[in-house]
């Protein structure tokens, strides 16, 4: 059985080997930097959670399919997403994790109607809408920060 660090690296240097290759766009496409992230949490959470031990088998087979994945069918490429998702969503709801920029997200939409009601308070809708809008973004940034603090980003 290889290792936390050897499985790691390995897989960290292929994908490493595919952005020198690879154009901006595809790395993007292919989300190369958010996989490498998911990768380092996987090793992690490896050692208690079986699920993980078989999502590291998985990350090992995207990671070697990359290459060819470029030059593949819809369908793969679907495929190689829907796996992301699936590795993505057990991080999610079985370790509480969540993606970077969620509660940013999160507090830019509940932003607005926070704002409508403060406007509605203030006889300025459009006024109150942006106030609400900051005061989501300031928020969402701190349990961003406090997510980040406790370890809880992908």
């Not at 292919?30 to 996987?42: C, E, T």
Request: aromatic share 6%; proline share 1%.
């Amino acid at each position: 059985m290889e290792t936390y660090e050897s499985w790691l690296n390995n897989t960290l240097e292929s994908f490493a080997a595919y952005k020198q290759t690879l154009s901006n766009k595809d790395i993007k496409k292919y989300k190369l930097d958010y996989i490498a992230r998911v990768a380092k949490r996987i090793a992690d959470l490896s050692n208690e959670c079986g699920d993980c031990q078989k999502y590291k088998a998985e990350i090992s087979k995207l990671a070697q399919d990359l290459g060819g994945l470029v030059q593949s069918s819809k369908e793969e490429k679907k495929n190689y997403d829907r796996k992301i998702k699936e590795i993505t969503s057990h991080l999610q709801k079985k370790h509480k994790l969540v993606a970077e920029g969620t509660y940013v997200g999160f507090g830019i939409a509940v932003g607005p109607a926070i704002g409508v009601a403060l406007g509605s308070g203030m006889g300025n809708v459009g006024a109150g809408i942006g106030i609400g809008i900051g005061i989501g973004l300031a928020i969402g940034s701190a349990l961003e920060a406090k997510a980040k603090k406790d370890g809880k980003i992908i």
